[in-house]
């Protein structure tokens, strides 16, 4: 095992310290769990001295993606948002991790921009601040001024941060699939799928470019809403390790009195942001994944301004109505409907007993049975119904999780600024326009329209396919084939097994009738009872050899 995991690393060094942690804050099991136990001895003894891990283990996961850098810190963060994997403990735990690192040196920051726009900053701007404003375990951004005289912010992403990050990736996904093959409880929420998702999400917000198309995108969405303004990206101060955009000046959502002193009703700025972020999920389908109150800043005027865009969920229109219908169904207490929409949005288990699963989505919706709509609190809703998917076992679609986090996250900051916050109330237009959409005269008739061509494409095809077709059976060329896998040798033992019983049939016949001719006073007799046996010695020879072979 330990020569098999040594092939799969690019930095063995790296892949020691990760285990060294491991076994410094208390994990052995999984070390042994992982096969890795000829390894865990020897990493008791770097341990020995060392202050002992909490024995709360959720605090222990903490501390320990904290000890292991960037990726493991964005990995706790993810796993943060992720009920139907972790319980509430760990959850509230790993809520805690931020990636506020040190700053890296303002050298490294100027032969980026140098190397990137081949030009002395001094050239590329009026004015550059080379004290951060704000640094994070993947870039940081500083305060500079162009030419025009516009304000800018400037993100450069950390040197050398990809090669890191790949290599702690690699890392990541070797151990997932050895947790897949070798720890059976965590095989039903299948870790290599969850690392390779994990790694598509890192990867793209390392992608600084593609951060700015992004925001150029949802830019074009709001053209038209006075409510929400999103900073504009300089393209030619831009590329995949620098992003350049309009400086954001504003105060943070979830500062109440900061809002009260301004002037701005929080209220108000509740509602707003919760149109604007609903509005993103059911009307464009492409949603900030990472809107929590950090991101999101309030102008002086309650304009809503949403920051770092480098994580950003899709849903196509169908899985926008079947994530309408599950949300219209747990907010009308309706079990059939949950189900229904859970079954359609693909949440699903291995081995999942549907009639175990349909008791506990009604006793669910039971359990707010006494609750009005106004009364009704989604994220308590939703972290029950993840309890359940987390005791049965299903697995979420990544979009569909990026989706439950952006609502929860939206009432949670609703309700920080207004205490009387309904987010049903704010729902329910959009989902009334989802289903209203559906019906639509518009949508019944492109839908019809397709239907047609489809149907007028089979009748076109229809007549070559039976004109061939007929042919094929008057030339004799049509034929029916069967190809049933192994078939062939199945067939083979059948004949092999058939052969040894006839031997066997045939052994046991020479062997009664010889001893009985043996028995008979008659030199004749006696001859053929001998020549009987020594045929008989002989194919029990043969037949032994033959069941030896096939052995």
Not at 16 to 39: K, M, P
Not at 339 to 344: E, G, I, K, N, Y
Not at 425 to 436: I, K, N
């Amino acid at each position: 095992m330990l020569r098999e995991t040594v092939g799969h690393l690019r930095d063995l060094p790296r892949y020691t310290q990760i285990l060294s942690s491991l076994a410094r804050y208390g994990y052995h099991d999984l070390l042994n769990a992982l096969n890795l136990e000829i390894l865990a001895k020897p990493l008791e003894w770097v341990t020995l001295g060392e202050e002992a891990p909490p024995p709360e283990r959720s605090k222990r996961l903490r501390l320990l993606l904290e000890s292991l850098g960037p990726t493991f810190v964005k990995l706790g963060q993810l796993l943060s948002t992720r009920p139907d994997l972790l319980p509430e403990p760990y959850l509230s735990e790993l809520a805690l991790l931020r990636d506020q690192v040190a700053p890296f040196p303002y050298e490294e920051v100027e032969a980026t921009l140098v190397r990137e726009f081949g030009a002395p900053v001094e050239q590329l701007f009026a004015e550059f601040d080379p004290v951060p404003v704000a640094s994070a375990s993947i870039s940081q951004v500083h305060r500079a001024r162009l030419a025009d005289g516009r304000v800018v912010a400037v993100k450069v992403r950390r040197p050398d941060i990809e090669e890191l990050v790949q290599a702690d990736l690699d890392i990541l996904k070797h151990l997932a699939e050895s947790a897949e093959r070798h720890v059976s409880f965590l095989r039903p929420y299948g870790p290599r799928s969850l690392a390779r998702e994990f790694e598509r999400g890192l990867l793209r917000e390392l992608d600084l470019g593609l951060e700015r198309r992004t925001m150029e995108r949802v830019r074009e969405q709001f053209r038209d809403d006075p409510d929400v303004w999103i900073p504009q990206p300089i393209r030619e101060r831009s590329c995949s390790c620098v992003l350049t955009m309009e400086f954001a000046q504003g105060l943070r959502i979830d500062d109440v009195n900061g809002l009260r002193e301004a002037g701005i009703d929080p209220c108000l700025v509740a509602a707003r942001g919760a149109r604007i972020m609903i509005k993103q999920i059911f009307e464009h389908g492409f949603f900030h994944a990472d809107a929590h109150p950090g991101n999101m800043r309030v102008r002086r005027d309650g304009v809503i301004i949403p920051l770092d865009h480098g994580m950003y969920g899709y849903l196509d229109r169908a899985t926008r109505e079947r994530i309408a219908d599950l949300l219209d169904g747990l907010m009308r207490q309706e079990a059939d409907v949950v189900l229904r929409a859970l079954d359609d949005l693909n949440v699903r288990g291995v081995r999942l007993d549907p009639v175990s699963l349909r008791r506990d989505v009604s006793e669910l919706v039971a359990s707010y049975s006494d609750l009005s709509l106004d009364n009704l609190e989604l994220r308590f809703l939703l972290g029950d119904l993840f309890a359940v998917i987390r005791s049965h076992k299903l697995r979420l679609p990544p979009d569909l999780v990026l989706l439950i986090r952006a609502l929860v996250t939206i009432e949670s900051t609703g309700r920080m600024l207004n205490p009387n916050f309904d987010i049903a109330t704010e729902l329910r237009p959009a989902l009334r326009r989802l289903t209203v959409g559906r019906y639509s005269p518009r949508r019944l008739f492109v839908e019809s329209a397709r239907a047609t061509r489809d149907l007028r494409q089979v009748a076109m095809m229809l007549p070559d396919v039976l004109s061939h077709s007929l042919e094929s059976i008057r030339r004799g060329e049509l034929t029916l084939k069967f190809d049933l896998q192994h078939f062939d040798s199945m067939v083979r033992r059948i004949v092999l097994a058939a052969n040894i019983l006839s031997m066997g049939i045939v052994l046991a016949g020479l062997l009664v009738a010889s001893s009985l001719l043996m028995t008979v006073e008659s030199q004749r007799f006696t001859m053929l009872g001998t020549v009987g046996l020594i045929l008989a010695g002989a194919l029990a020879v043969v037949l032994f050899f033959t069941m030896a072979r096939r052995v």
